[in-house]
């Protein structure tokens, strides 16, 4: 469709949801901020906690109440489809129902009526996370855990079809009588068995998908279920994967070429059968609140999937190191491309989030492929999001930061901004060295050494949402070891990548814990780049090219809104040079989430 054709359908849509909001809406925004603020004041939450200013500009976010995993992204019919689990009837998790939002462009966004809730037998108790699959007609059709017993939590699979097939908008779905099409049977645990994927479809014209569960009191299941029509189902043999790693939410199963092309690949192409394609194994572990991914290989005759590195359900590779879970990606027919989506949860207390009246926000969409290396997925915010940059941005070019030194960056308001960076380290030769105890522990590393503690090289990075006096800041940064000694081998240099949100604010009873991760990418030439989207109350960073991303909430008291300064810092021996650095100020996108 063209521009003209696309201002056309976004108008028509606008209209048709303002008569919605006049009907009756299941958002709404508030009414009197300045009165809220009062009423969590006098409850003992901090003022500004409850400031307009944290809530984010530019991320996904409905105007009111609880949000969490997003569930069954589609594109269909020009437009793009995002479900998510959404409580609406407060702000924290409860009365669970998948509302729905559509968007042109992945940024701006308009809210449809809730698509799917609590209404028969199968799932009276619970409409829980799923995906949409994409039939051989090109009609979607959804997946869904329900709680169908309160009292043990049993859940059930069931499937949703769209009432006409012919709405681009996708604005009413039914259930079929015939619901739940997968029970746990076999010994499966009932309240350990949920979150369906996006199926896919074999030589043999059967459909799998994958459902999580837990085996035992600590292996984590993802069973394979075949079925011809999406209505009758047979578990197979043996599990497609499983792990010691706990209870197996949410997992993703897709393939992603390698060839070194960024495309991506839809589960049912006919592409997925070549040597040049591998798979990727996502799993949330909900014990430890994180998604961690292997790449392998997918048995297509023994439904099984071995990762590449034996070792890596052990030592996980994250999408994420930061605040960021329950993912789910879809394949983009539109641009050829695979698309993230991940919750992140708030980080502040329960009840401070009754007083803002909000929480949790879905993370920038990104465009994920496979390294070169085959060893790990690279991932970078969707180039859409560069469309809400200013038309003059601030930049720096060659400037050098001494040891001990910072340098503001001026000239634009930060607090949502979008930040790229390229470093230039002089030397490598004052790098300390790994303590072997941290060597697969990035977070330990972090906290131990965060980014007031002096090292040699680095840690350098961002202080970003930094108040004037410097009293509150959170960072982000690298700092760069020598290997831990293993047989008198040099090794090359190890990356760490670390976001230190301990002193973003005064506020008590905040959760701040540092995050980080190793980055696997070869720093001799000294160089390495950072870029860091900003907005608000989020931090999203992605570093070395999208090789290790780091999502942290922060909520400052002091650098808010124009209140909110950039610095670059270099608290290493080492001197680094900056040698770009260009900092956009974000606009708003359309955020009409309250229809």
Request: glycine fraction near 8%.
């Amino acid at each position: 469709m063209g521009v003209l054709g696309s201002r056309v359908a976004w108008a028509w849509l606008v209209q048709l949801l303002l008569l919605q909001q006049l009907a009756g809406a299941s958002h709404v925004v508030y009414d009197d901020l300045e009165l809220q603020a009062a009423a969590a004041t006098a409850d003992g939450v901090p003022p500004s906690i409850v400031d307009s200013e944290l809530r984010t500009g530019y991320h996904f976010q409905p105007p009111k109440n609880w949000i969490n995993d997003p569930n069954a992204p589609m594109y269909y019919k020009g437009w793009y489809h995002l479900f998510y689990q959404y409580n609406p009837k407060g702000a924290v998790w409860g009365n669970i129902v998948w509302a729905h939002s559509v968007s042109r462009d992945l940024i701006n966004w308009v809210a449809l009526k809730p698509a799917i809730e609590p209404s028969i037998r199968a799932d009276k108790y619970g409409c829980w996370s799923g995906s949409a699959t994409m039939m051989a007609d090109g009609t979607p059709v959804i997946m869904y855990t329900g709680v169908n017993r309160p009292d043990v939590n049993y859940q059930v699979q069931n499937v949703a079809l769209p009432r006409n097939g012919s709405d681009p908008l996708l604005r009413e779905w039914v259930k079929p009588g015939h619901n739940p099409v997968i029970v746990p049977e076999g010994g499966i645990n009932a309240t350990q068995f949920r979150d369906p994927t996006t199926a896919w479809r074999g030589a043999d014209g059967h459909w799998r998908l994958l459902v999580g569960s837990l085996a035992g009191q600590s292996r984590g299941v993802a069973y394979v279920y075949r079925s011809r029509d999406f209505r009758r189902w047979t578990r197979a043999a043996q599990p497609l994967h499983s792990a010691p790693t706990g209870m197996w939410e949410c997992p993703d199963f897709y393939p992603v070429t390698a060839d070194g092309r960024r495309e991506g690949v839809d589960t049912s192409s006919a592409v997925v059968a070549s040597a040049r394609v591998k798979y990727v194994l996502k799993n949330s572990l909900d014990l430890r609140r994180y998604d961690y991914y292997t790449v392998g290989t997918y048995d297509r005759k023994a439904e099984r999937y071995v990762p590449d590195d034996p070792a890596g359900d052990e030592h996980h590779i994250r999408y994420d190191y930061g605040n960021f879970y329950a993912s789910k990606t879809f394949y983009d027919p539109a641009k050829r491309r695979r698309i993230l989506w991940g919750w992140a949860n708030e980080s502040d207390t329960a009840a401070d989030d009754v007083a803002k009246g909000w929480a949790g926000i879905q993370a920038i969409p990104r465009k994920v492929w496979l390294d070169p290396s085959g060893k790990q997925l690279l991932q970078w915010p969707i180039e859409e999001v560069e469309r809400l940059r200013g038309k003059w941005p601030v930049i720096l070019k060659d400037r050098v930061v001494k040891p001990g030194e910072h340098v503001e960056v001026t000239g634009l308001q930060t607090a949502q901004a979008d930040v790229e960076v390229s470093f230039k380290v002089g030397s490598l030769e004052a790098a300390e060295r790994l303590d072997p105890a941290m060597a697969y522990d990035a977070q330990r590393l972090c906290s131990a050494r965060g980014a007031d503690a002096r090292g040699g090289v680095g840690p350098f990075g961002l202080w970003v949402l930094a108040s004037a006096g410097l009293e509150e800041k959170t960072a982000v940064f690298f700092r760069v070891f020598r290997p831990a000694a293993r047989g008198g081998g040099a090794g090359k240099p190890v990356v760490l990548m670390c976001t230190d949100p301990t002193k973003s604010s005064r506020n008590p009873n905040m959760y701040q814990p540092t995050f980080a991760g190793f980055v696997d990418t070869d720093i001799t030439n000294g160089k390495i780049s950072l870029r860091s989207l900003i907005d608000r109350s989020v931090v999203e960073s992605f570093g070395a090219g999208g090789k290790a991303c780091i999502l942290s909430r922060v909520y400052p008291s002091l650098a808010i809104g124009k209140n909110a300064r950039l610095y670059v810092f270099n608290n290493g021996k080492a001197e680094i040079k900056v040698s770009q650095l260009t900092a956009w100020e974000m606009k708003k996108p359309v955020m009409m989430n309250g229809a």
